[in-house]
Each structure stands twice: as structure tokens, then as C-alpha cells.
């Protein structure tokens, strides 16, 4: 690990707020640092570094297990540094595309460095403000009748490993979210802090992924299972 670049992410790392239900937690965190405009390794778009006011960027890829309505999430926060060593722009994803941060008259900066989103209850789309979190026209629905919906969400092509997965899987799946993680927001937000341990390099996490991926989805296969036997037993 490169301890200089390391210091540089968590110097800059974002901070988020979660609904106070939320149930489901970041896992891992991976990052990347771009000192020239390329594509993102992780994210269907270009990074622009606009060199007479950005010195580089840093994509933070934000891993959880679960989105509310599949197994498998990746979220993005794009931090761009000025020369001064002060944060010039920040973008964030919200449901497959990425959105400007930074609003005019607005304040997502805490320490000076670090800037503060909000995650949308149970699918961790990130916006600036909490109140703008309600645009969303499925938000309650999302995490109470529509929990599940999508099933196992896992997209081979970005990792390059497949995880073979049934339809009975999928209804697996769908049936196993609606039932243990359904929930109504309470839009009430509270910070979880990370850990330096959480922080990995987007190649080191990239390769790990699809392993955490098959263990949870062979994890629910086996509790499956075992829930059906236990009913059999009590009939």
C-alpha cells in the first residue's frame, strides 16, 4: 500500500449520513486517485480533470451487500482538489447516473476537507441535502412492498467473474430481502463513521467483490434451506 496515497484518501474521505433504520452498513470502501481526464474502471463515465483547478480527483467506490431492493450495491463519491489543497467540486451517483454536488449557496464541506452526503434510505443514492432526498418518487414503496424486487443485481461484465444464479435464486433472493430488511425511513440521519480498514484500492477490491458476492448468495441458499427443512420437521 502506498502510505502517501493512502493519507490522501482518508485525508479526503466523505462523510455520510444514514437514515437511523437504515439496515444495511458500508462494507468495504475502494478508491482511486486520477491525475489526468480517463474513464472510471468502476463507473460508466469519464473523469474530467480540468488542470487549471484541479490537481486530481479521487473516486471513492462504496460497497454494501444490499441495496433494498437487490443483493449487490456499489455507490461512487468523485472529490476534486485544487492546487491549494482545498476541495474545488464534489459528484456523487444517484441510481446509475452521477450528479454535480455542490450546490450553489449550499455547504457539504466539514473539516474543511471532507464532504458530507446523504444516502437515500435503503438504496444509498447520494445527495446533498436531506430534503432533497423526498424527490424521490418511490421512497417508501421502495423499501416496504417493492423490498426484493429486484433480485440478485451482481453485474458480471464490470468484473469480469461469473456467479451463476437461477431464476429460483432470484426469487430466492427477492423473497429473502423483502422479509428480513423491509423497513419504513424514518428520515432521521445519523453519521456511521469508517475505519481505515474498510479503505482498499479499487484493484485490490474489484477482485474481491465477486467473492464476498458468492458467499452471501450461497449464504442465503443455505439459510433457505435450512428454513425449509425446520418447516417440513414441524409438520
Wanted: net charge negative.
Amino acid at each position: 500500500m502506498n502510505q502517501e496515497e493512502f493519507q490522501i484518501v482518508m485525508k479526503y474521505a466523505p462523510y455520510l449520513m444514514f437514515d437511523e433504520k437504515e439496515p444495511f452498513s458500508v462494507y468495504k470502501i475502494g478508491y482511486m486517485i486520477f491525475h489526468e481526464t480517463k474513464p472510471s474502471d468502476s463507473f460508466r463515465r469519464i473523469v474530467r480533470i480540468q488542470k487549471d483547478k484541479v490537481k486530481f480527483a479521487i473516486e471513492y467506490q462504496i460497497f454494501f451487500y444490499y441495496d433494498i431492493q437487490h443483493l449487490y450495491e456499489l455507490e461512487h463519491v468523485w472529490v476534486y482538489v485544487g492546487h491549494d489543497g482545498n476541495v474545488q467540486g464534489c459528484e456523487g451517483s444517484y441510481h446509475g447516473k452521477y450528479m454535480n454536488e455542490m450546490l450553489p449557496g449550499g455547504d457539504i464541506l466539514r473539516d474543511r476537507t471532507h464532504v458530507c452526503l446523504y444516502s437515500q434510505p435503503g438504496k444509498h443514492a447520494l445527495l446533498p441535502e436531506k430534503r432533497l432526498i423526498s424527490l424521490y418518487p418511490e421512497l417508501e414503496l421502495a423499501c416496504g412492498e417493492l423490498a426484493g424486487s429486484d433480485g440478485f443485481a451482481y453485474p458480471e461484465a464490470l468484473y469480469g467473474v461469473k456467479i451463476p444464479a437461477s431464476q429460483e435464486d432470484q426469487d430466492m433472493v427477492r423473497g429473502y430481502i423483502k422479509e428480513h430488511y423491509s423497513f419504513t425511513p424514518s428520515m432521521v440521519f445519523v453519521t456511521k463513521p469508517f475505519s481505515f480498514s474498510q479503505f482498499l484500492h479499487w484493484n485490490i477490491l474489484k477482485g474481491q467483490i465477486p467473492i464476498f458476492m458468492e458467499k452471501e448468495l450461497d449464504r442465503i441458499r443455505r439459510e433457505t434451506e435450512e428454513k425449509k427443512q425446520r418447516m417440513m420437521d414441524e409438520f
